[in-house]
């Protein structure tokens, strides 16, 4: 599929030899077509698209659209004066939908589209430009223009919160792309600056300049048969992720993914069909990483 400027959207079934347009149901005022500025698929094989104020999906690959929200409805924002555009649209492995808009966060669906919700904690009247997904169902933006933060925000996926991501990045400003691997590492395409490669909650493989020195963490007993306990402690409330991991950083399973509070945390844990050998605890945090050796001996 593509999007183009003047031809709506095209679609090649033949590796790009021959394209067809679809335009059928991208109407705006029931008249002229629209030209969509970007598409995304679901797992399913959903399609997505937008257009100014309107989300459009197809259900049949692309052959019939149908506009879904008008996110400029007074009933929608309660407001009678908005003006917000849709800027980017992602659907994530996990099968929710978000769309970011040009003064009003972000809007999410979890039902492939049919309804939409605010999503916007901790982002509140943001312009949000660009909207990437890892294959955990995690959400990364680039806000553009805020009153609260701007450059890399991440929400969880299941989390109800958005995080600065900004660590080590120098430039937030004139971010142009954002594309995440599927190790986890995301590479951002900076104006004038090249391109960056993640470290940290992105990263599948951690980074030992990322290391924290606010975060302790503990495993016992050490060696372990089939499970263990770990006793953490966090400086604030945040975002952590324990994994256990080789010694090339992959990550094998993981035991805990959510919101926690500041202060000190104990997490039992099992890993009865894992093999004898070295491994390591990792604790991804927004402000570090921390690692503790376990070796797994039955």
């Not at 002229?32 to 094989?45: E, L, M, R, T, Y």
């Not at 849709?86 to 999410?108: H, N, W, Y």
Request: hydrophobic content about 35%; overall charge negative; proline content about 3%.
């Amino acid at each position: 599929f593509n999007c183009a400027s003047n031809h709506g959207i095209a679609r090649s079934k033949d590796l790009g030899n021959s394209w067809d347009s679809l335009t059928n149901g991208l109407l705006m005022n029931g008249t002229q077509n629209v030209f969509p500025q970007a598409i995304d698929c679901d797992k399913s094989g959903v399609l997505y698209t937008f257009f100014r104020y309107s989300i459009y999906r197809s259900t049949n690959n692309g052959d019939l659209w149908k506009e879904m929200i008008n996110i400029n409805h007074p009933s929608f924002f309660k407001s009678n004066d908005s003006t917000s555009e849709v800027q980017c649209i992602v659907a994530t492995p996990r099968g929710e939908i978000f769309a970011g808009t040009s003064d009003k966060g972000v809007l999410m669906s979890s039902d492939q589209g049919l309804t939409w919700k605010i999503a916007n904690e901790g982002i509140e009247s943001a312009n949000i430009s660009l909207l990437a997904s890892n294959a955990d169902g995690d959400v990364f933006g680039f806000i553009g223009r805020s009153l609260y933060t701007k450059g890399i925000v991440f929400r969880p996926f299941q989390g109800n919160q958005w995080y600065n991501a900004n660590s080590g990045l120098q430039y937030t400003d004139n971010l142009s792309s954002i594309s995440i691997a599927p190790d986890g590492t995301a590479y951002l395409g900076i104006n004038g600056e090249g391109v960056w490669r993640s470290q940290g909650i992105m990263n599948a493989v951690h980074s030992l300049e990322n290391i924290s020195d606010n975060i302790q963490i503990n495993v016992s007993p050490n060696p372990a048969s089939s499970n263990a306990k770990i006793a953490y402690s966090i400086p604030e409330r945040e975002f952590v992720k324990i994994d256990l991991c080789d010694g090339l950083g992959r990550t094998i399973m993981t035991f805990f993914k959510g919101n926690q509070d500041a202060g000190e945390h104990l997490l039992n844990i099992d890993f009865p069909d894992i093999a004898n050998g070295l491994y390591f605890i990792r604790l991804i945090s927004l402000k570090g990483v921390a690692l503790s050796e376990i070796i797994i001996r039955k």
